[in-house]
């Protein structure tokens, strides 16, 4: 496959930031490695062509003073979670994180906090029927971005993928997620994150 143009420019835009980012963790330490190595060895690692592992996008919606967290009740996993998608072929994947939370929850008004990345992760899913059809388990290799949003602004849900949009505290998106694994490795990770960079400011 040949690379061109705009794909080629922000693919290799993304290795780069992947490669300085500096790892919160073991576990982003890891997926960093993982990521980087599948992105090198498949040109369509951006691709659900791809139907081991792709590249996808996801958000961290907060408020301006970051104490609300947006999620969407997710109809696949049956569980409240974190908004994002697939990459689809598209390199820059703060856009991709951008529009799936304007899709998902119905809003216009989304700001990226930084356009470096805020998290990394390997996520595994499990196989499951989409649109019909069986899409057996694979790898979503993750990359979070932070955004930031009105939590006064009108919400809506996107009803092919989920059936509830809310604004919650920290310790409520905790509660009400019922992915214990996403619970523990990853939303206390970024709400820890969130936190510790709010206090930074401050000090």
Not at 48 to 60: E, F, I, Q
Not at 92 to 102: G, M, S
């Amino acid at each position: 496959m040949i690379l061109e143009g705009n794909y080629a420019m922000n693919r290799q835009k993304l290795v780069s930031q992947i490669s300085r980012y500096v790892p919160y963790n073991e576990q982003e330490e890891a997926d960093k490695a993982l990521i980087l190595n599948w992105i090198e060895k498949n040109d369509d690692a951006f691709l659900r062509d791809n139907v081991v592992a792709h590249m996808t996008a996801s958000a961290w919606v907060v408020d301006k003073d970051r104490s609300k967290v947006l999620m969407v009740y997710h109809n696949i996993y049956h569980s409240w979670s974190w908004l994002g998608g697939h990459a689809d072929g598209e390199t820059d994947l703060l856009a991709v994180a951008i529009r799936e939370v304007k899709e998902e929850a119905g809003i216009s008004d989304v700001r990226s906090v930084s356009e470096e990345i805020f998290s990394l992760e390997s996520l595994t899913v499990d196989g499951h029927v989409k649109k019909g059809r069986y899409v057996s388990s694979h790898l979503h290799l993750n990359v979070t971005y932070l955004l930031e949003a009105d939590s006064e602004e009108q919400v809506s849900v996107k009803a092919d993928e989920n059936s509830g949009v809310a604004w919650f505290t920290p310790e409520e998106a905790l509660k009400k997620s019922t992915e214990p694994w996403f619970v523990e490795r990853v939303y206390a990770k970024l709400i820890e994150k969130t936190r510790s960079q709010s206090e930074a400011k401050i000090g």
